[in-house]
């Protein structure tokens, strides 16, 4: 007899895992370029706010707030004393004058954080002290100042009026309102708010981890000994986590890694673990050691693109590893470098922390002097802002427009946006203008 055989089921169908790949990149412009603020924006539409999550408020400074706060008791709690003197009825002493002084009996005292002992009866006084809660029956404070100071009887020498010198219950906050917003930045002002209510934790969103690396074997770190005249000192690392940390980042160094593909594709997957987003500088321009460009495609989706600025012109950026985790690769001059943090890297991370604006506000200001520009890029220039007299400001130029002049970058306080029309600025006329010294 034969077998009976189980009909065999057909091997399920396994789908490959569509490769993840980024969005369509923005239309180039005249000579392939891309518009600085296409890829801004091309980049900020990549980028997700980091999820909320509960922090100490004294661990919240600088951060995105993501919930409403009501007050849960109002301020002040109680009538009090805004000044150390004596509770009064005002009545009692409206017409107390140097010349006709007032006597009343101190019946009592009132210590801040203490009830008061009892009613304050007609006629009477009662020291108390400031903060501490206003006793039932009395309406005003006179101050030690305008008094002889008295522990039996006390002498008044000034008239009082209703509430003089009291501090009413909800006057300032009231049980129920909303005293922060979802979105505020937590200032130190805003720490001291939320303590006062007797908040001690706070849901907002945390401080992006950035990680900074340099590329580039002639590379040397700040403090050792530079072995030929080819080598150079590491700026770009130092300069870029310095900025990051500014804009409120939680910032590592990971500082130079030379010109070797595995060694690069390495330090960088290491770094994923603790990244939030990853900054490169050097590496994405068309020589052949910009190892940047040859390996990162390998960890992830990424676009180079030549954005029509300068400087700054040649850009990168990808997701990358499990958590497709942005990677924002930028030229290795110093002045284009940091030129590309302020176009793209601030915003994202602003992006990231959930503080808007993402982008600097711009301000006209005016032309201390001539200025020359390359037309068809969008050209930024580094300057000095200065106030006249009359809080009228000027901006002149700090440095030349080299990329790799570090030395005028770091006097500079604004980055001038000489837009792709215009090859001259006279001097009296208004010019856009980026201010480095304002957390905005």
Request: aromatic share 4%.
């Amino acid at each position: 007899m034969p077998l009976l055989r189980r009909k065999r089921k057909p091997e399920p169908v396994v789908e490959e895992p569509e490769a993840p790949k980024l969005p369509d990149p923005p239309e180039p412009g005249a000579g392939g370029l891309r518009a600085m603020a296409d890829h801004r924006a091309y980049l900020l539409s990549c980028i997700e706010p980091l999820p909320p999550f509960g922090q100490q408020i004294l661990d919240s400074v600088g951060l995105s707030l993501c919930e409403d706060v009501v007050a849960g008791v109002s301020m002040p709690r109680f009538d009090n004393s805004a000044m150390d003197g004596y509770a009064v009825r005002a009545a009692d002493v409206q017409n107390a004058t140097e010349q006709t002084p007032v006597s009343l009996p101190v019946v009592g005292e009132v210590q801040a954080g203490s009830p008061a002992p009892h009613t304050l009866s007609p006629g009477t006084a009662m020291k108390i002290m400031t903060g501490a809660a206003l006793p039932e029956g009395a309406d005003a404070i006179v101050p030690y100042e305008a008094t002889d100071r008295g522990a039996e009887d006390v002498r008044i020498n000034e008239p009082s009026i209703n509430g003089q010198h009291v501090r009413r219950v909800g006057e300032d906050v009231n049980e129920g309102d909303t005293v922060l917003r979802a979105g505020d930045r937590l200032t130190s002002r805003s720490i001291g708010l939320l303590a006062a209510i007797g908040v001690d934790q706070v849901m907002v969103r945390p401080r992006p981890r950035v990680v900074v690396v340099s590329t580039g074997s002639e590379l040397v770190e700040p403090g050792l000994a530079l072995q030929n005249d080819q080598q150079i000192y590491d700026s770009n690392s130092y300069m870029l986590a310095a900025a990051a940390k500014a804009a409120g980042a939680q910032v590592f160094r990971v500082g130079r890694v030379p010109d070797d593909p595995a060694q690069l594709k390495q330090v960088i997957s290491d770094q994923l673990v603790r990244a939030d987003l990853i900054l490169t500088t050097g590496g994405v321009s068309q020589g052949d050691y910009d190892i940047v460009k040859q390996v990162l495609p390998e960890l992830g989706p990424c676009d180079f693109s030549g954005v029509a600025m300068q400087p700054g012109k040649p850009q990168g950026f990808g997701l990358i590893g499990e958590d497709q985790t942005p990677i924002i690769m930028m030229p290795g001059n110093p002045v284009s470098a940091f030129v590309s943090f302020e176009a793209f890297v601030r915003p994202v991370l602003r992006k990231l922390a959930g503080v808007e604006p993402f982008v600097r506000p711009t301000v006209r200001l005016t032309a201390a002097r001539a200025i020359t520009s390359v037309p068809g890029k969008l050209q930024f220039a580094r300057g000095v802002v200065r106030t006249d007299d009359q809080g009228h400001r000027t901006v002149d130029l700090a440095g030349g427009h080299g990329s790799h002049l570090l030395g005028g970058l770091s006097l500079s306080d604004a980055l001038l946006l000489i837009d792709e029309e215009t090859d001259f600025v006279a001097a009296g006329d208004e010019i856009d203008c980026w201010l480095l010294g304002e957390d905005n």
